[in-house]
DNA sequence: GGTTAGCACTCACAAAGCAAGAGTGCTAAC
DNA sequence: GTTAGCACTCTTGCTTTGTGAGTGCTAACC
């Protein structure tokens, strides 16, 4: 006669009392990493409320999708729904210990422009302040201002373009030249051509050398090994640009205890291509939070990807971020990202004046 | 009346027979990651012998050292001894397939003269052939002989110093300027410095700075902020110039199933230091093989570190490696190492002529 | 009607017991 | 010197069993 078999909470709502129960188990499993059962709640937060109580709530929690239950006669876990939800709407601002502000003035202290290397401690910052996997990466390629072009004489055919942008952060590759253009006459093009590239982004660059190309015959071939290499670096130019730190730092977590789970999550950064796709879709919001699915990969899906975007002057951004197990201390998580991304704004354009 | 307890293997000979044997065992455990017995070997590899006669060889073999047991009624697995001592004497070369040289050849075609990029590439490709965790470095900075040197304006207090050395290798930092020097004031001083060091070895330069710092005062601040990276880059100028290629590579391994030794072995890697500080003991020899202790680093205590130079024109030299369980293909991995070798260093010389 | 005590029920997990199998060492015969 | 035979050891995997945590349901309580 099975009628009641309506599906998904009809009737239930949520109610005040409902999230704080949610929270409350949020919390502890955030904590614990052990399915929470409805007498702990009752017991270590004090509700008033009696285990049954909770546990009738609990029900109505897991029928509208906010818990999970690994089988039957264990406690509750929360699924993506309710991380959700508690990083939506929950979230008390972490209050971050000035401590750890301080503990980030302090990595930074030795400073250098490269792109590199600024890149790479703030992710090593970040995984030791959080204990997650971090991550780091410039601001887009597509999007620098140039300042300077210089090129550097490296052998008979080849030299080293440096491009240092708006916010003093470099790039450098090697090209090859053809003819055999000595230092003065590679001093020269360099002048040239910042002259005429300085303040365009890396876009608009590929007409103007395309069109300086055009004009002087005998610096063709050098031109258009620039062209050919800012057109590369337009469009993979991220590709070098993600640092990660910490790696190993996933399998403190007992829900990375499988080693095939391990592995599967450690060749996936080294990899890097899918991370990479993923941030690609960056928002101009702060912070972005991805919970477990919200992600789209499968090696991540019990996971969270928490991301935070840094200013530069120029108005690009950069991309910070952690890769944690979807029970994240989400409120600390996101204090430190946006110190740390405080950090490296004042940092990176501090140098510009 | 304990009469017999004279310690080591007295009176016992190896004999050519038992080397076979260990052979066998080797080779097996080297394919199976399992304990070895005798009847396996009796059947196995044809020797002629029953496993009763095998039973007594290998009892000698682990009264002299080569043989470890497990526990009682499991077969033997070699020891560090016996791994030294099938490196030593019985390896017959590996016999590299055609195809993996052509491997690496391919994975060389897009080339950069970029210590960086090669050093990374090179660590990839390793890691892609031997599936266990490689790494490369270039050679010592102390070393290395200077070519150019070129001083690019990043800002008004910054310069990007850009060293290119003997082997079309570049190596670049930031210094602070403090007087504010021009463009053309910084290509004025990077030609002198070109000419007063080409030649030299970042050790010699050292003292050459200096003299010339005395000479002129206006320069005074700039030649002081390249002597300081020059000592710098001299010191820990490895640092920065070592490349890890899948570290996860290890968790593939049955030895590494363990969470925890796979976590410690993991975060070493992430420090790097105990690894530099291993591979500084650099031999001039071609290959270096270092057996569970041999390598001095507890969290390696089962893994080998087989390591290859390759050279460059000026008489430095580089390093490549690989890092997996004692259980490794030595015959296979000093094949691959030995081509790669050549390969980086025909690749890195090819640009200077 | 919401809350709670009580209770039967489920199910993971750990300890214990058990059988099988692999491998050894030793002895005695070849 | 080699080998067959055998008793013995010890891991490993499987099954059994008990325990405890946690649930859902019902009935009483406020």
Redesign the pocket.
């Known amino acids: 006669m099975e009628t009641e078999l309506m599906p998904g909470g009809d009737g239930i709502a949520m109610d005040d009392?409902k999230i704080r129960i949610l929270q409350a188990i949020i919390d502890d499993y955030i904590l614990t990493a052990?399915?929470?059962?409805?007498?702990?709640i009752s017991k270590r937060y004090d509700m008033?409320?009696?285990?049954?109580?909770i546990?009738?709530e609990?029900?109505d929690l897991?029928e509208l999708g906010y818990l999970d239950?690994?089988?039957?006669?264990?406690?509750?876990i929360p699924s993506a729904k309710a991380y959700r939800l508690y990083v939506d709407e929950l979230l008390r601002e972490g209050k971050l210990k000035t401590n750890d502000v301080q503990s980030i003035r302090e990595h930074f202290k030795s400073r250098s422009g490269k792109m590199e290397d600024v890149i790479g401690r703030a992710a090593q910052v970040l995984s030791s302040l959080t204990s997650y996997t971090s991550l780091a990466m410039g601001p887009k390629g597509q999007d620098m201002v140039i300042r300077t072009l210089q090129l550097v004489p490296i052998s008979a055919h080849s030299a080293l373009l440096v491009i240092v942008t708006d916010g003093g952060l470099i790039r450098d590759s090697v090209i090859r030249v053809d003819s055999d253009l000595d230092s003065d006459a590679l001093y020269a093009i360099s002048r040239m051509l910042t002259e005429r590239l300085a303040g365009r982004t890396l876009t608009e660059t590929q007409q103007v050398l395309q069109s300086i190309g055009k004009e002087s015959a005998e610096k063709r071939g050098v031109i258009d090994s620039i062209a050919r290499l800012v057109a590369e670096a337009e469009a993979g130019g991220n590709q070098a640009k993600i640092a990660f730190a910490g790696p190993s730092n996933i399998l403190n977590f007992p829900e990375y205890s499988d080693v095939e789970k391990a592995r599967s999550f450690l060749s996936l950064l080294e990899t890097k291509d899918a991370i990479l796709s993923l941030l690609e879709q960056r928002q101009s919001v702060a912070f972005t939070v991805r919970i477990g699915p919200e992600t789209g990969v499968k090696e991540l899906e019990d996971c969270s990807v928490v991301t935070a975007t840094y200013a530069l002057d120029n108005g690009t951004n950069g991309t910070i971020g952690v890769i944690g197990p979807t029970r994240m201390q989400y409120g600390r998580v996101l204090g430190i990202l946006g110190a740390m991304g405080q950090q490296l704004s004042s940092l990176l354009n501090e140098d510009k004046e």
């Open positions: 009392r052990i399915p929470v059962g409805s007498r702990t008033g409320l009696s285990s049954a109580t546990r009738n609990m029900s897991e239950q690994p089988h039957v006669s264990a406690g509750r």
